[in-house]
């Protein structure tokens, strides 16, 4: 059953329709008060209804009947005493500390569980036995306490945050306690049980609700969760408000964050203005930020790190470069370390990353590579450093763009895995194979290596931009022993095109003849590459060759369509002229708008009316677009489609298109006023209509006019 917001449960209660008051009392999101009110009736609230009383009478269920205790009905209280107050085998006490004890022996036993009991009915079933109606806000309290210490399960520990009687202070209790606090903290608030405002002034727990808090923004940001960016802007509010960039003040706060502060945030806050401990106390311990599977997780992720992002942008680099240039050395590690584990790089601002390079040492360096390269701002700014440790990480990551990798290679600044290192996470390669973009070192024997490495099963483009390299450098002996030369066990063999075309030049020891032969094949699979689907081959050409040739590509598609199979690869790449870079657009709209929109206005519209919104690979473009003044929001509001995913994108992602759900609104407005015909006729049209909103607007009014 979906969540209600309170303020719809209050109008249901208020209904002189008696099926409305029976829906709102019988919903699992009513609150025991909300019930007693209903059953006390009086002044703005409707008698009680026959069909109420009827399904009171009915019930056994204790969430239902528990209200009906101290109401002015005295045959229905007796009824809901006997039922509440019965005991049996099922029957649930009233302690806290019992029910506790309660619950855990009520949980199911393996033979259930091999059973298929589904167990989101069975742990409702156990709280729907407990009158938690009853219970006071110091008895809740006490429970969640005695919960905490001992969790019982996942789904029971959100069904007792999320309960309706459930007070703030004990549900944030329960979230802390909760393996998965971040989703416990997200269901909290989309029930609306725990609220931005409360977590941000009253709630206690600082330290760890940071923690959390610091990991559901990640997620929001992963996932475009709509209920977190109102806390995340209270709490940002409080830390620009209270530390400003007092070094000092941002120290204490680290100090006051592993020790556990128990207090609210604005406590927390408050307490940095007293004097730090001489040491830093030890940093908790986390999971491999590296082997993480969850974004964001609160174990992997620096919460102090994420408060500093939260600071005014100018003061986020002036507070890192005072911290480590006036602290010991000891405590200057400790704040890189806390860098490196922002949980979401995109957070980090430019300035603030340039004052950590500025003060990292190698190590951190290369681990910051290792885990925080993923903003495309920071990975250009590490690339640019020419650090042999960051190069090194960055050789053997997944995701870093061939052509930066090949460029490192290249250059020769990097190491092999494990010489020059003691930090697990800069050992990227162990026994592994060496990366493919070490094709481009100036070592012919690394060349030679990748060549001969079999678990990279390199294409013939790959072996023969070995070769050509491996004739380059001076090498034509080591090309012909892998082309012509017999493979020793568990290395790789050649093509048999790059053996009959390299043959004869290779066995005469021709370098000149060999260079041409493997240029002219070159050519060769690349038209037939571009010209003809063939799996991944194509995107092999733009890793060997590291500036990818415009004018050949121009030459090769004159007069014909740019290929499907081809248009996302080619949108990739930099520097496209304008004419093919709307060829590319046209070829397959949905997986080339989000490189090609951004190039200019003209592209940018162009994809506007090419590209469907639930077809488009993302919608970062549509924001990249508005930031960078390449669309206006008012150009999406009326040109995007279909109508009901552009209504569905300004829901999912309010904080991220704010401006461009100010403008649906206004176009909502001045388009006509949605009389009740009007919205339902749009609320059915919607899901199915494939044109722009204006289209829809005008086809929901037409439906709704009478017939004349």
Same mark, same amino acid.
């Given at each position: 059953?979906?969540?209600?917001? $309170?303020?719809?449960?209050?109008?249901?209660?208020?209904?002189?329709e008696?099926?409305?008051v029976?829906?709102?009392?019988?919903?699992?999101?009513?609150?025991?008060?909300?019930?007693?009110?209903?059953?006390?009736?009086g002044?703005?609230?409707p008698?009680?209804?026959a069909?109420?009383?009827?399904?009171?009478?009915?019930?056994?269920? $204790?969430?239902?009947?528990? @209200?009906?205790?101290?109401?002015?009905?005295?045959?229905?209280?007796?009824?809901?005493?006997?039922? #509440?107050?019965?005991?049996?085998?099922?029957?649930?006490?009233?302690e806290?500390?019992?029910?506790?004890?309660?619950l855990?022996?009520?949980?199911?036993?393996?033979?259930?569980?091999?059973?298929?009991?589904d167990?989101?009915?069975?742990?409702?079933?156990?709280?729907?036995?407990?009158?938690?109606?009853?219970?006071?806000?110091?008895?809740?309290?006490?429970?969640?306490?005695?919960?905490?210490?001992?969790?019982?399960?996942?789904?029971?520990?959100?069904?007792l945050?999320?309960?309706?009687?459930c007070?703030?202070?004990?549900? $944030?209790t329960?979230?802390?306690?909760?393996? *998965?606090?971040?989703?416990?903290?997200?269901?909290?608030?989309?029930?609306?049980?725990?609220?931005?405002?409360y977590?941000?002034?009253?709630?206690s727990?600082a330290?760890?609700?940071?923690?959390v808090?610091?990991?559901?923004?990640?997620?929001?940001?992963?996932?475009?969760?709509?209920?977190v960016p109102?806390?995340?802007?209270?709490?940002?509010?409080? #830390?620009?408000?209270?530390?400003?960039?007092d070094?000092e003040?941002?120290?204490?706060?680290?100090?006051?964050?592993? =020790?556990?502060?128990?207090?609210?945030?604005?406590?927390?806050?408050?307490?940095?203005?007293?004097?730090?401990?001489?040491?830093?106390?030890?940093?908790?311990?986390?999971?491999?930020? %590296?082997?993480d599977?969850?974004?964001g997780?609160?174990?992997?992720?620096?919460?102090?790190?994420?408060?500093?992002?939260?600071?005014?942008?100018?003061?986020?680099?002036?507070?890192?470069?005072?911290?480590?240039? !006036?602290?010991?050395?000891?405590?200057?590690?400790e704040i890189?370390? +806390?860098?490196?584990?922002?949980?979401?790089?995109?957070?980090?601002? *430019?300035?603030?990353? +340039?004052?950590?390079l500025?003060?990292?040492?190698a190590?951190?360096?290369?681990?910051?590579?290792?885990l925080?390269?993923?903003?495309?701002?920071?990975l250009?700014?590490?690339?640019?450093?020419?650090?042999?440790?960051?190069?090194?990480?960055?050789?053997n990551? @997944?995701?870093?763009?061939?052509?930066?990798?090949?460029?490192?290679?290249?250059?020769?600044w990097?190491?092999?895995?494990g010489?020059?290192?003691?930090d697990?996470?800069?050992?990227?390669?162990?026994?592994?194979?060496?990366?493919?973009?070490?094709?481009?070192?100036?070592?012919?024997?690394?060349?030679?290596?990748?060549?001969?490495?079999?678990?990279h099963?390199?294409?013939?483009?790959?072996?023969?931009?070995?070769?050509?390299?491996?004739?380059?450098?001076?090498?034509?002996?080591?090309?012909?022993?892998?082309v012509?030369?017999?493979?020793?066990?568990?290395?790789? !063999?050649?093509?048999?095109?790059?053996?009959?075309?390299?043959?004869?030049p290779?066995?005469a020891?021709?370098a000149?003849?060999?260079?041409?032969?493997?240029?002219?094949?070159? %050519?060769s699979?690349?038209?037939?590459?571009?010209?003809t689907?063939?799996?991944?081959?194509?995107?092999?050409?733009?890793?060997?060759?590291?500036?990818?040739?415009?004018?050949?590509?121009?030459?090769?598609?004159?007069?014909r369509?740019?290929?499907q199979?081809?248009?996302?690869?080619?949108?990739?790449?930099p520097g496209?002229?304008d004419?093919?870079?709307?060829?590319?657009?046209?070829?397959d709209?949905?997986?080339?708008?989000?490189?090609?929109?951004?190039?200019?206005? %003209?592209?940018?519209?162009?994809a506007? *009316?090419? $590209?469907?919104l +639930?077809?488009?690979?993302?919608t970062?473009?549509?924001?990249?677009?508005?930031?960078?003044?390449?669309?206006t929001?008012?150009?999406?509001?009326?040109?995007?489609?279909?109508?009901?995913?552009?209504?569905?994108?300004?829901?999912?992602?309010?904080?991220?298109f704010?401006?461009?759900?100010?403008?649906v609104?206004?176009?909502?407005?001045?388009?006509?006023?949605?009389?009740?015909?009007? =919205?339902?006729?749009?609320?059915?049209?919607?899901?199915?209509?494939?044109?722009?909103?204006?289209?829809?607007?005008?086809?929901?009014?037409?439906?709704?006019?009478?017939?004349?």
């Amino acid at each position: 059953m979906k969540h209600i917001p $309170v303020d719809v449960l209050d109008a249901l209660a208020r209904s002189t329709e008696p099926a409305a008051v029976v829906a709102g009392y019988a919903h699992p999101d009513a609150s025991t008060a909300l019930r007693r009110r209903i059953l006390a009736g009086g002044p703005g609230t409707p008698p009680v209804p026959a069909e109420l009383r009827e399904l009171l009478y009915a019930t056994s269920a $204790v969430p239902l009947l528990a @209200p009906a205790l101290h109401g002015q009905d005295r045959d229905l209280a007796a009824h809901a005493a006997a039922v #509440v107050d019965s005991t049996g085998p099922n029957s649930a006490p009233r302690e806290p500390a019992d029910v506790y004890t309660w619950l855990r022996s009520g949980r199911r036993t393996p033979d259930e569980e091999a059973d298929g009991q589904d167990e989101e009915k069975a742990v409702q079933d156990l709280l729907d036995s407990v009158a938690f109606g009853l219970w006071t806000a110091g008895e809740w309290n006490d429970f969640a306490a005695r919960y905490a210490a001992q969790p019982i399960a996942s789904m029971m520990t959100w069904r007792l945050l999320t309960h309706p009687d459930c007070p703030p202070a004990a549900a $944030v209790t329960l979230m802390l306690a909760c393996d *998965d606090g971040t989703s416990a903290l997200l269901h909290g608030l989309v029930t609306g049980r725990l609220t931005p405002e409360y977590l941000a002034t009253e709630a206690s727990g600082a330290a760890g609700l940071v923690s959390v808090l610091c990991a559901a923004a990640v997620r929001a940001r992963a996932y475009s969760e709509p209920t977190v960016p109102a806390a995340v802007d209270a709490v940002r509010a409080a #830390v620009r408000a209270e530390l400003g960039a007092d070094p000092e003040r941002w120290r204490a706060l680290l100090a006051l964050l592993r =020790t556990g502060y128990s207090g609210s945030l604005p406590e927390l806050l408050r307490a940095t203005a007293d004097p730090a401990p001489a040491r830093l106390p030890a940093a908790p311990k986390r999971r491999d930020p %590296e082997a993480d599977t969850h974004p964001g997780d609160a174990r992997t992720g620096s919460s102090w790190t994420w408060l500093l992002t939260l600071a005014e942008p100018a003061h986020q680099g002036r507070v890192v470069r005072a911290l480590t240039a !006036r602290l010991s050395d000891a405590d200057r590690q400790e704040i890189l370390a +806390e860098i490196c584990l922002c949980g979401d790089p995109r957070m980090l601002s *430019d300035d603030l990353v +340039e004052a950590f390079l500025a003060s990292a040492d190698a190590r951190h360096r290369a681990r910051f590579a290792a885990l925080r390269w993923h903003r495309p701002q920071t990975l250009a700014r590490l690339a640019a450093l020419d650090d042999t440790a960051v190069n090194s990480v960055l050789l053997n990551k @997944p995701g870093i763009p061939a052509a930066m990798k090949g460029r490192i290679a290249h250059s020769g600044w990097f190491t092999l895995p494990g010489t020059d290192a003691d930090d697990p996470v800069v050992r990227q390669y162990g026994g592994a194979a060496l990366p493919k973009a070490l094709i481009h070192a100036p070592d012919a024997h690394l060349v030679y290596g990748v060549l001969g490495t079999s678990a990279h099963s390199l294409c013939a483009t790959y072996q023969v931009a070995g070769c050509r390299r491996l004739i380059a450098l001076g090498r034509l002996d080591l090309a012909a022993d892998f082309v012509l030369g017999e493979p020793a066990a568990n290395t790789a !063999r050649p093509h048999n095109i790059v053996v009959t075309t390299l043959r004869e030049p290779l066995g005469a020891g021709d370098a000149a003849a060999a260079e041409d032969a493997a240029r002219a094949l070159v %050519e060769s699979l690349f038209a037939t590459h571009l010209l003809t689907p063939t799996g991944s081959e194509l995107t092999c050409h733009f890793e060997v060759d590291l500036d990818p040739d415009w004018p050949r590509i121009a030459r090769l598609l004159a007069g014909r369509p740019v290929p499907q199979h081809a248009a996302a690869t080619l949108a990739a790449l930099p520097g496209a002229p304008d004419h093919l870079a709307r060829a590319i657009l046209e070829a397959d709209p949905a997986q080339t708008a989000r490189h090609i929109a951004v190039l200019s206005p %003209e592209l940018a519209s162009a994809a506007l *009316d090419l $590209v469907s919104l +639930e077809g488009a690979r993302g919608t970062d473009w549509i924001r990249d677009c508005i930031e960078q003044g390449l669309l206006t929001a008012e150009d999406v509001a009326t040109r995007a489609w279909p109508a009901g995913a552009l209504l569905g994108l300004c829901f999912r992602q309010p904080d991220t298109f704010a401006n461009l759900s100010g403008h649906v609104r206004d176009l909502i407005a001045r388009h006509s006023p949605l009389a009740g015909e009007t =919205t339902a006729i749009l609320a059915q049209l919607a899901p199915e209509f494939t044109g722009t909103l204006p289209e829809l607007l005008a086809t929901a009014s037409a439906a709704a006019e009478p017939v004349r």
